[in-house]
Structures are given as C-alpha cells and as structure tokens.
C-alpha cells in the first residue's frame, strides 16, 4: 500500500517503508500487511530524549531493537579547523565549545598539550595547577549533575531533573564568581589562568561544599532505592569489560565494567597523584552501575575541592614568562569585564618597549617549537585526549580532540542491540554523549 | 581515490605502495621573511630570510626510560614473526619524552597487532587516529597518527603512518581495535585516507554528499567576510597573519 | 486560521486581533530545538531557579506539530539546516522563531565551512537573541519581547497590511554596507 507519507521501497531484505509522518493507521496497515513486524524508526536528529542531536536509526521488531545505528555529524563546528587561523591562546575560546558541559576540561587539556610543546610544564605556578584541578573538579560536578538531570528526565523523572539543575545552578554560581561567565569560560591559558580569584571566592566556595554535602544525599534518597528507577536501569545497557576495551570506551562506561582505569590515578597531570582521592567502580556493567558510578564520583569530586581549598596558597597564576602569558588584565567596567584601563594607560604611558611587546604578543602571539604532543585529561566521559601539532608558528598546525563521547557513543549499538525500544533511551544516557564534543 | 576503498579486503599488502622513506627530520614548511606574514611587504629589512622548518628527527638508543624496553620488545616480536624491523619501523622519534614510531604503512596492521597481543607489550586501547596534512612534506603528506595507551603497564606511545597525496592509502586497523571504526570514518571525512578494509568507510560528520576533504591544509576555511556599517572585514584565513 | 482571518477590518477585527494575541502570548509551547550550549541553558530557564513557567511555557513539546515557538538554540550546521527547516515546516501556524544566541543568528565565532551563517538563510526569525550562550535572563527578556509581539500581531486584512508595510520597508532600506556611522 502506498501512502504519501509511507512510500516503499523495494531492497534485497524486503520492502523497506519509509515514514514520513501522517496518518498512523494507514502506516500500520501497510505495515501489518507485509507480514512481518520489522519497521525502521528513525529517532532524532531532532528528538526530546536523544540527548541534542543524536540521531538513532532503529530496526525494530515489535518492541526488540534488532539493530542500531547512530547517525552523527549534525553538530559539526568545524573547530579543529577553526583554530588553525587563530593564535595559540585564542584557541582556548575555541576549545571551551566543544564539549560545552565539560568546558575547562577541553581547556585544561589543549593548554596541557601546548605547554609541553613549549617546555614549560615545570614553570607553572603551583597557585594555577591547584585552581585548575580544582575548576575541574567542580566541572566534574556540574556534568554529572546534567548526566543525573537529563537522564533522569528522559526516563520522566521530572523531579531528579529539577533537582540536577538546581544543584548545577550552584556550581555556575561559582564559575561566574571565578571566571565571569556561566559557561564557555575560556578562563585556562596556555601558561596559567587567565585571572585569580576575586576576593571572597573561598569563602563562597566553602558554603558550596556544605550545601553540596546536603543535597547530594537527596539523590541517593530520589533515585538510588527507588524501585521504578532501578527497575528501568538495572540490566539495561549492558557492556561488559571486553566490549569496553574493544570499542575503547572510557569513563564510567569502563568503570562499571569493574575496571578502576582512570587517567587521574593511572597517568596523572596537574599533581592529581598528591590528593587523596577514589575511583569508584561497579561491577554491573549496566546504566545503574553508571548512575551509581557518577554520584559516589561527585563525592570524591567534593573531597579533592576540600583538598584544593587547602593548598591555595597566595602566587601568581601564569607563568613569569613574558613572552608566553598573555598579558590580561581584567577589570569590571561598565560594559563588563574587560582590560583594565589602569593595565592600559600603564603599558601606553610609561614604556615604549613595554607597549610593543604588548602588540607583539596580542597581534602575533609567541610561536611554539615545531613537534607534536598527547595529552589527556580524565574527562567526566572518560579520556579526553588533544593531539597537538605545531609547525614553528604562532597558530596551531593542527589539533586533534580524541573526545571520550565520540568514542563512547560506538558501544550504543552493542548496548542496544536485542533490548527493548524504551532501552535505547536509558542506554544512551548512561554513555551521556554531548553532541558537541562528538561532533566539534 | 576512484577505486572502491574496500575492494582489497586484507589483502592490501598487495598493493600499497611503500611511501618515500625519510629518517631524518621531516621539512613541513619554508618560512620566509622576518614574521611570515602571508600577504602585504616585509617592511623590516629582513624580507628575504629564509628557513626551514623541520620536524624532530630520528632518535639514537638509548631512549630513555621504558622507550628502550618497548622498541627492544617490539623488535624482537617482529623479528619472531619474520619481519625485519627496519622494514616495519621506518624511525623512532623521542621528543618531548613521548615516543613514536614511523611505521611503514605496508606493515601497519601487523605492528598494531604485535603491539596489542604481545604480553610484554599490551597496547589494549587505542585512542583512536586523528589525520594531519603537511602539504610542505612532499610525498608524504598525510600522515595518520595513532596512540596507543597500555593499561597493563601504564604507558603510552604514538604511531605515525605516512601516505602520499596522491596515494591516500592505510590499512584500516578495525580488525585490530574496533573501536577505530569511526575514528578511520572521521580521518576519511577530513582528510580523504582511505582506510583499506574499514568494513563501512563513509562520511560521518559532513553530509553524505559533500565535495572535497574540509580539513585539509588546501581545502579554505569556507568563511566569508563579514560586513557591517560600511565597514567589510574579510573571513580569518583571508586576514593578513603572521606566523 | 478561522473565522476572525476573515473578519473585515474595523473595530471587531482589532478587538478580536487584541483578544487573540492575548491568549496566544500567555500559552506558547516552545519545540525542543536545543542543538549546542544554548541548548543547557535554554533547559535552565526551564528548570527550577528561572521558572519558565511563570510565563505559561514549561512545556516544551517534543512534537513540533504541537509547538508555535521554535527556540533555534545553538549552532546550525550544514547538516542540520534541511532538518531544522523541515521542523519548521511541520509547526502550525501561527509560528515564531528565537534565534539563540550569536551562533544561530549570525554564524558567531564559527566563520567556516560547517556553520550555516546566521539561521535567518533558513527559517524567518522574530527575535534575535546574543550572547555566548545567552544567560537565562536574557533568553526570558527575548521571550517577553516575543510576548509584546505576538500581542502586537495583526489577523486578516490587517495583517496583509502588515506584511506590505513591512515588506516596502525592507525594500527601501539601505544596504547595510552603504550605513555609515559608529560600528555598533
């Protein structure tokens, strides 16, 4: 039968209907008359609960996925190209959009890559090294707290969702108290940190963990007992230790396999081998091993900011070198922060030398020794690695982001295959992908 | 790049062509002038310098470390599967204390499986390849770099394959760790490799029908310029830079 | 869409003109077209804290047959514009359309090969919306604004007028590259 809406079309495994949409009934007329229950649904790009533009390709049999795709590309920015026409220190702007739930990840990450390409790991002051960890930490938070939401929305949890956002609002109290803005800071430079803390950070930061230490419990209380919840995630999205090798997931996706790999422990960066902290793992291999695997991680994420806390001592946050940091200085004005004008009128009136390198630097930027580096940072998703090639200049050659989403999102197929419809959904929140870190 | 990229299966030791051999460092690029302004006069008296730019080259052993444990093993593994390494390893690059092999593209699935199954070795998860043009590197111009991380041991090294421009050919290391499957798919997008035996080498993030490889070093940004209040500012790679 | 289109224009018309924008305005469903970062923050304005139920709008449709509002929040890629067009096609009329952030209105920062420069080459927009991502006040001013128009909106004979008007203005507008004057 052929309808507007479901137009056949003959392959060499039967006929295939596509559907556009229009009256169900005839769809599921023509549907029943070939006799077999196989329809291929085609979820997103554009749908509520595929997590942004994701966009599934299901065979169904009844109500069993007999196969999945994952149909991506639907977000792609161009980024990588992008920051080949820009200076190095302009590509942390850059770089802050790709995941955009996991923003000073991605920074930390490049700035880590140039700086090795530049020698000057060692000369990092040891203020922005801890202010860093302790940007990302509470990054960490803020992404599993959207992971809890929007998974939990998604399964039509409504309330876990509200909750998510309302603890995740704390956190971007922070960040706009730390770096100005809510999201896509571009806050970490190669050499430092754009900027120190304003006055009264700590303070604040202080009634964040105590607040935090209160709601956090209200998850466990929402979800982790709840006999619905479990009974969606239990079993669901299976992946056991040689898919997750194999597909070379990462993150909590390889934790709840019951491997203890992360990046913090195994291969640390910015001395996470000095705080005191654990990896939680599961040994389900499931979404509420996942879900379980995000919350005990957000505890641990509180302790290392406790710890962080601790070790902020007073010092300078970018490098003493003058030729690499870039020489910001910001102040509240009254169109916002901006350079401040005393820094200003400080280069313009007291130094020519000073005036010209500051226009070298700005206009140019410091060129990087030609060679090639990875670096990787444990991401909430799991391994973020950035490949960074220079060839002498003042701009990237390249740089290339193994993003964990990307990797993760693979294993969909092998978590949804032989499950239920309404599986799908629960698997593919529990890899929580970011469309935007998928695609760049 | 007209025929079938997955016409040769596994045998594409058949006809993959070794790429041009280079051990020493690799010249990407000649810069000229004082600020290697693209565009515009060199007005600071030192418009005609001229130098080159080079990648690192080959190392010499020791290498430091765990790096000479690896290589020794490696080596040895080929040597045991009939395969001299020198044929395999073209150069071994330390810099920056992390260590890459330049493997002949013709031996690459061989080098990858060694890496992975031998167990003094154990390179179990790869991250994946991420493609890079040097249009300056001729004859080998794009190159597929690999990292290979070993959670048995805790280390983590770089393959490097080079193909020419006008033989974008590698073999596809699927078969070897599956989850590259889409990381080849992404390289192909960008940069036009054709990954021999990749089961389904298509687009993946630009539209099925889109001409040309966008990331390759001249493909142009596709910008266009922006205008506003009479004022007309040209797309970022139509700037005048300096590098 | 009814009887009050083909009203002739006079005091029922502005009345009914008045009473329809009224009930429109207080009950937008808006699509959940989130596609980037805007996306997050556009799902703040939902959640909790900034409430988007205050102004009749927590529910956003799954189903664009059902909405009247699309929210373009976050960058249109090559890829995604024949989509984002064809969810704008499938919305009943009366429709609007948010264009979130610089991104979607104008390309932004992403000046390149991937990035459709400036939603409005694909769909009409109402309300032009910057910032990197906007924050969630921001996006609830541009709604309000939105509001003030869709009470403002012409039925009929009237909104033919409308268009006209509309249209002969931007036919005698200058060229933006012919504008002189301060950059901003």
Redesign the interface.
Known sequence: MTTPHATPRATTEGTVYTVTGGDWDEVVESAVKSDDERIIVNMGPQHPSTHGVLRLILEIDGETVTEARCGIGYLHTGIEKNLEFRNWTQGTTFVTRMDYLTPFFNETAYCLGVEKLLGIEDQIPDRATVLRVLLMELNRLSSHLVCIATGGMELGATTIMIYGFRDRELVLDLFELFTGLRMNHAFVRPGGLAQDLPPGAVDQLREFIKTMKKNLPEYDKLATGNPIFKARMQDVGYLDLTGCMALGATGPVLRSAGLPHDLRKTDPYCGYETYDFEVPTADTCDSYGRFLIRLEEMRQSLRIIEQCIERLEPGPVMVADKKIAWPAQLALGADGLGNSLDHIRNIMGTSMEALIHHFKLVTEGFRVPAGQTYTAVESPKGELGVHVVSDGGTRPYRVHFRDPSFTNLQAMAAMCEGGQVADVIVAVASIDPVMGGVDR | MTENPNANGDEHNANAVPAPRDTGGEV??V?KGM??ANNGGDTSGYGGLIRT????GAASRPYGGWFDEVADELEGALEEQDLLPANAIEKTVV??D?L?FHIAREHLVQVARTLRDDPALRF?????V????FLGDKGRELHA?Y?L?S?TH?R?I?LEVSAPDSDPHIPSLVAV???????ER?AYD?FGLIFDGHPALT?????DD?QGF??RKD??????A???????IP???QRR??? | MGLEEKLPSGFVLTTVEQAAGWVRKASVFPATFGLACCAIEMMTTGAGRYDLARFGMEVFRGSPRQADLMIVAGRVSQKMAPVLRQVYDQMPNPKWVISMGVCASSGGMFNNYAIVQGVDHIVPVDIYLPGCPPRPEMLLDAILKLHQKIQGSKLGVNAEEAAREAEEAALKALPLIEMKGLLR
């Open positions: 990407i690029r810069r600020f290697g730019v080079t990648l690192p810099d920056r992390e890459t179990e998860l790869c991250t994946g991420s493609g890079v043009h770099v990292h991380r959670l805790g983590i770089r760790y599956p989850t590259n499957d889409w990381h992404e960008f687009r993946i993030m630009m539209p889109w966008p990331q493909y142009p940004l596709g910008g266009i922006v205008e506003y209040k009479g004022a007309q797309a970022p790679d830079s300096y590098s």
